[in-house]
C-alpha cells in the first residue's frame, strides 16, 4: 500500500507539471508582417497568413530528449547552430508557417515538386482565371546555357527582346479573349481555361514545416535556380523567415546556404592542392574523370569539374589544370 501510495503522489506530481500554463510562441518582427504583400516578378506577390512557433520552439523541443540541465551545458543559440551543423532536423519541424503566395503556373511547377507542404491552390474550375500573365521585359529573355542543358547564361539584346515582349502581349491578349469568349457561348470553365498560357498567375496557400522550408530555400535560392523561382525564395528567406527566426536565420546562412561542402574525390583533390602537390591534383582528377579532353586537346565540358572550380574560388585557391 506504501508503494502505491507512493506512486499515485509522483503521478499527481507529474500531472501537476503538465499543467502549467503555457503563452503561445509571438514574434513581433513576424506579427508586424502579417498579412502583407511583398511583391515580386510584375504581379507575384508572397504574404504571411499565419505561424507557429519561434526560436525558442526548436530548443524547448531538442531538450526534451536532454531534460532541462542541457541549458547548463550551451546557450539557445549554440545549440540551433549545432542541431543545424549536423543535421538534426526533427526540432526544426515544431515550428510551421503558412503563406499565400501569386505566381506564375510555370513556376509553380517547380514549387509543387516541394512535396512537403499542405497545399490549396485557385481553382479554375470553379472560379475564372486570373486576369493575369507574367510578362518579360525587352531586356530579361535568357539565352540557352551552352554547358548546362536546364539552365540560362546571358542575355538577348533588347533589339530582338523588344520584339519578343510585343509578341508575349498579343500572345496573353488572345489567349485571354480565347478564353472569354468560350466561357461567354457557355463552354464550362474546366474545358475553356485548357489553352491559357503558363505564365498566366495562380494563388495558393501554402503551410509548411521550418525544416523542410530551409530544404526548399536551399535549393531554391541557390544562384543555378531558375530566375522567376529564386526570387520568390530569396523574398521568403530574407524578408519574411530571417524576421521570423533570425537565429536559426543566421545558422542556415552559415552551415547551409554559404557552405562550402566538398565529396571525398573532392577532398582529395583539395588537399593535393593545399599541400602543393599540383602533379597528384591533377592526376587525381584525371582519374576521376574529370580531365577528359577531346582530340584537340580540349578538356570537354564536366559539371563535378566545375562545380569544384567554382568552391576552390570561393576559397581564394586557384588551380591550372594543365
Known amino acids: 500500500m506504501q508503494d502505491h501510495?507512493?506512486?499515485?503522489?509522483?503521478?499527481?506530481?507529474?500531472?501537476?507539471?503538465?499543467?502549467?500554463?503555457?503563452?503561445?510562441?509571438?514574434?513581433?518582427?513576424?506579427?508586424?508582417?502579417?498579412?502583407?504583400?511583398?511583391?515580386?516578378?510584375?504581379?507575384?506577390?508572397?504574404?504571411?497568413?499565419?505561424?507557429?512557433?519561434?526560436?525558442?520552439?526548436?530548443?524547448?523541443?531538442?531538450?526534451?530528449?536532454?531534460?532541462?540541465?542541457?541549458?547548463?551545458?550551451?546557450?539557445?543559440?549554440?545549440?540551433?547552430?549545432?542541431?543545424?551543423?549536423?543535421?538534426?532536423?526533427?526540432?526544426?519541424?515544431?515550428?510551421?508557417?503558412?503563406?499565400?503566395?501569386?505566381?506564375?503556373?510555370?513556376?509553380?511547377?517547380?514549387?509543387?515538386?516541394?512535396?512537403?507542404?499542405?497545399?490549396?491552390?485557385?481553382?479554375?474550375?470553379?472560379?475564372?482565371?486570373?486576369?493575369?500573365?507574367?510578362?518579360?521585359?525587352?531586356?530579361?529573355?535568357?539565352?540557352?546555357?551552352?554547358?548546362?542543358?536546364?539552365?540560362?547564361?546571358?542575355?538577348?539584346?533588347?533589339?530582338?527582346?523588344?520584339?519578343l515582349s510585343l509578341e508575349e502581349a498579343d500572345l496573353h491578349m488572345h489567349a485571354r479573349l480565347v478564353y472569354e469568349r468560350r466561357l461567354k457561348v457557355g463552354v464550362a470553365r474546366e474545358q475553356a481555361r485548357k489553352d491559357l498560357p503558363l505564365s498566366t498567375y495562380t494563388e495558393a496557400y501554402w503551410k509548411i514545416d521550418l525544416h523542410n522550408l530551409l530544404n526548399f530555400l536551399h535549393l531554391r535560392m541557390h544562384k543555378h535556380a531558375q530566375e522567376e523561382i529564386r526570387s520568390y525564395a530569396n523574398l521568403i528567406g530574407h524578408e519574411i523567415v530571417a524576421k521570423w527566426v533570425p537565429v536559426v536565420w543566421e545558422a542556415f546562412v552559415d552551415y547551409r546556404k554559404n557552405a562550402v561542402t566538398f565529396s571525398r574525390i573532392e577532398a582529395m583533390i583539395v588537399g593535393a592542392i593545399a599541400a602543393g602537390k599540383s602533379a597528384e591534383a591533377k592526376s587525381l582528377a584525371e582519374c576521376f574523370g574529370m580531365l577528359n579532353r577531346s582530340e584537340d586537346g580540349k578538356l570537354r565540358p564536366n559539371r563535378e569539374r566545375r562545380e569544384l572550380e567554382e568552391k576552390l574560388t570561393a576559397m581564394g585557391m586557384k588551380f591550372d589544370w594543365h
Open 5 to 163: 501510495d507512493k506512486e499515485k503522489k509522483i503521478g499527481v506530481a507529474a500531472s501537476d507539471q503538465l499543467s502549467v500554463a503555457l503563452t503561445r510562441p509571438s514574434v513581433a518582427a513576424l506579427d508586424a508582417i502579417l498579412g502583407k504583400s511583398f511583391s515580386t516578378l510584375d504581379d507575384g506577390f508572397v504574404r504571411v497568413v499565419d505561424y507557429m512557433g519561434d526560436d525558442q520552439s526548436i530548443v524547448t523541443a531538442a531538450r526534451v530528449s536532454y531534460g532541462s540541465g542541457t541549458k547548463k551545458v550551451q546557450d539557445d543559440r549554440a545549440l540551433i547552430r549545432y542541431l543545424m551543423r549536423h543535421a538534426h532536423t526533427t526540432p526544426f519541424e515544431m515550428c510551421e508557417i503558412k503563406l499565400h503566395v501569386r505566381v506564375p503556373m510555370d513556376t509553380w511547377r517547380q514549387w509543387i515538386r516541394h512535396r512537403t507542404a499542405s497545399v490549396n491552390e485557385y481553382s479554375t474550375r470553379y472560379s475564372l482565371a486570373i486576369d493575369a500573365a507574367q510578362r518579360s521585359k525587352p531586356s530579361e529573355w535568357r539565352l540557352q546555357s551552352q554547358d548546362n542543358k536546364q539552365g540560362s547564361a546571358g542575355y538577348l539584346s533588347e533589339v530582338p527582346g523588344k520584339e
